[in-house]
């Protein structure tokens, strides 16, 4: 190779270095600026949020709950072999299914509002029909999804004939409810997949976290059964995922301590939450609906905390907590938050 053959190739790497970084830079003012306008712009008026009810029942460690659509339901799973379905409005509980297993670890409303689903250690997905005209129900699940090898850690419906579970033994089922049979099965994590995350506008696409550490982006209309994205940077087991408002983004919560914010559309890290007072797991996630506050479940104390999703700011404990947040979430009003927690009931907050 000439000299100036050399030269050339040098001024061309050269260009390409220089084109890479100003890429970059237009990246991240691209993400700034799309998730100032996310959240309203860098003004808080900041309340503080408190504990305004209890909703007490349970006679064994909440593991999991779930908003119905109506804002106004949610269902509840326990240790004791419960799951409850409440009025968070009234402050009561409206209706119980006894399990067959108390070994539950996650449960799901369905959109219509006419199912509920829960799973655990069975490694089954069951699906009872709510029935508000009874106070209690004994009957075996109308539906029972059996086909995972490892513990059930996650399900969402999709509708009323499409269930997405999650599970220890590393795979995600796309499952035909009326048939009791897989649609599809995604095998590309190498580790429990812990979480799933469907885009609430657009259920065919959906975000998992795993044990590998690793979050995927899944689109169920692609022909082929593998993530459309992958994203990287945790340093230990990610619990849970979940979707921002602007259904661009979604977060990721790890046994690292921190939550990350990834951009699907830069395929980049939009921001991260962690703070060196905190030495603990993340083991729930959720945003308000405007997207200004990030909510946090953790192993220990301090056990919940609130967080300026924007420029990463620590906000607040969450105050009167006994014991660990195991589960949380935010309706569809966006008018409160509900945490379930170690100490067998579930908070509502709501912001002064």
């Known amino acids: 190779m000439s000299h100036n053959e050399k030269s050339e190739i040098n001024k061309v790497e050269q260009q390409i270095a220089s084109l890479r970084t100003s890429l970059v830079k237009q990246k991240i003012n691209v993400k700034e600026g799309a998730l100032k306008e996310t959240v309203g712009g860098t003004q808080y008026n900041v309340g503080t949020f408190k504990e305004t009810k209890i909703l007490a ?7 999991a709950m779930h908003w119905a659509e109506d804002s106004c339901h949610l269902a509840s799973a326990s240790q004791d072999g419960k799951l409850m379905i409440w009025d968070a409005q009234m402050n009561h509980k409206k209706h119980m299914i006894n399990l067959r297993s108390s070994w539950v670890m996650t449960c799901a409303y369905a959109p219509s509002g006419e199912f509920v689903a829960c799973g655990g250690l069975d490694n089954l997905c069951s699906i009872y029909k709510v029935d508000f005209m009874q106070a209690e129900t004994h009957e075996r699940p109308k539906f029972e999804l059996s086909r995972h090898d490892g513990y059930l850690s996650c399900c969402r419906f999709k509708d009323n004939q499409n269930i997405f579970t999650s599970s220890g033994d590393g795979s995600i089922i796309h499952w035909n409810i009326n048939r009791s049979q897989p649609q599809t099965i995604y095998t590309s994590h190498d580790s429990d997949v812990m979480s799933i995350s469907l885009k609430p506008n657009q259920p065919d696409v959906f975000v998992s976290g795993s044990c590998d550490q690793n979050a995927m982006v899944w689109d169920t209309r692609t022909s082929q059964s593998l993530p459309v994205q992958k994203f990287v940077g945790h340093e230990s087991d990610i619990n849970c995922v979940q979707w921002f408002p602007d259904e661009f983004c979604f977060a990721s919560g790890s046994d690292d301590s921190s939550v990350r914010l990834f951009d699907t559309r830069s395929y980049s890290q939009v921001n991260y939450y962690r703070s060196n007072k905190i030495k603990c797991g993340v083991t729930y996630i959720d945003f308000s609906k405007t997207g200004k506050y990030l909510f946090c479940g953790y192993d220990d104390a301090p056990y919940g905390a609130v967080w300026n999703s924007l420029n990463s700011t620590f906000l607040q404990d969450l105050q009167n907590q006994r014991t660990r ?21 579930l908070q509502i907050w709501t912001q002064s």
């Open 57 to 63: 029942g349970h006679f064994g460690k909440i593991y």
């Open 325 to 345: 947040i195991s589960c949380l979430g935010v309706p569809n009003s966006g008018k409160c938050l509900c945490t379930g927690s170690w100490d067998n009931t």
